[in-house]
């Protein structure tokens, strides 16, 4: 298998300042660079520069954010009429992607992450006769919030685009009802496995069942609907405790609704964790709740069942393809009633889960998997 040279571009990357943005597209990067040689141009979405200056290239040389995979940081002045600023993207990303070619990098392929980065793929593709590709990841899809200026942009990125690879068969269905074309292929997210593993033990011997969550403290991911069905469990059902990870705007509101809700001392807050340590606790957890109002094809949820836990969660976006009977519970978002019911139903009868079979059901994102499906696309888009 001959290993390919393969540029990701991306709006969306981990930072020093935003050490959590964009994570799953590095683990992307990470796993196609099991077969083949990924190099990550990252433009973020908002950026200062000097005044006399009209771009910035970065070399990132943090490891604990490259993970291994080189990454640049490409920043351009936006502070102008759109024009100008566009001629500017274009320019700065030309002049990038020659000073790679000059190091000895030229890419086979771009890998382009979400539409907008892959507008400019297509650009540079067509410049220098290099195959595009598009993942996509964009909740605003399903959600229905792309401005004109933005569909436009996406209709122009797929349909130039060699294949283009929603990470999900709903986030796919929600890209046609714009009337986009392409030629789709499906491929999940990614789990770690060498940091995502079941306890050795099986299930734990314990009174109390604990619930994890994982995730921003924004109103998507319906903190609020969570709080209220566990405040209608404790009525019949008091053996659970719940565990937090995540940080964000939100959390002080959250934290004086716990105590309001009279739930606060059965709460554990962790605030942010790197992934080793979201995967320590998760294998000292019971089950995993998401009590999302949208997601796409939530990683946390695989990281979950590699673990072996099952989950409860929303009926939203991609979640009904990871999760049924076997391996969880589905309610309807919003719903904090049929929550309770879940939680309860799921933490009361644990030990009739098969974690193998739980495990199994996450083998489709491993690294392995992923990575092998993308260099199969690649090899077919270079024919």
Known sequence: MKRLNVLFMTPWYPTKELPVAGVFVREHAKAVDLYDKVVVLHTPEHTRIPLLLNWILDA?????????????????????????????????????????????????????????????????????????????????????????????????????????????????????????????????????????????????????????????????????????????????????????????????DYIKLAHELGISQKIRWHGYKAKSEVAEIMRQADLLVLPSLWENLPSVIAEALTTGLPVVATNVGGVPEMIDTTNGRLVSPSDSEALSRAILDVGTHIKDFDRKKLIQTAQRYTYQNVGLAYHKIYEVCLI
Request: net charge positive; charged share 20%.
């Open 60 to 252: 990132e040389t943090d490891e604990s954010l490259t993970e291994g995979i080189p990454a640049y940081h490409l920043y351009y002045k936006r502070n102008t009429p759109r024009p100008v600023s566009y001629t500017n993207r274009i320019w700065s990303h030309v002049q990038t992607l020659k000073n790679l070619i000059a190091q000895g990098f030229r890419p086979d392929i771009i890998h382009a992450h979400v539409y907008r980065a892959g507008a400019m793929g297509i650009i540079l593709g067509k410049l220098f006769k290099i195959p595009v590709v598009i993942t996509e990841h964009y909740t605003a899809f399903p959600r229905r919030q792309l401005s004109k200026y933005s569909i436009l942009e996406a209709r122009f990125a797929f349909r130039f685009a060699k294949c283009v690879m929603p990470v999900s068969y709903s986030l796919m269905q929600s890209i046609r009802d714009y009337g986009m074309k392409a030629n789709f292929q499906i491929v999940p997210c990614v789990v770690n496995t060498d940091i995502f593993y079941p306890r050795e033990e099986d299930y734990k011997d314990s009174n109390t069942v604990s619930i994890l969550f994982v995730g921003i403290l924004s109103p998507a991911k319906g903190i609020p609907f969570l709080f209220e069905a566990l405040a209608k469990l404790t009525i019949e059902w008091t053996l659970w405790s719940l565990d937090i990870i995540g940080d964000g705007p939100q959390k002080e």
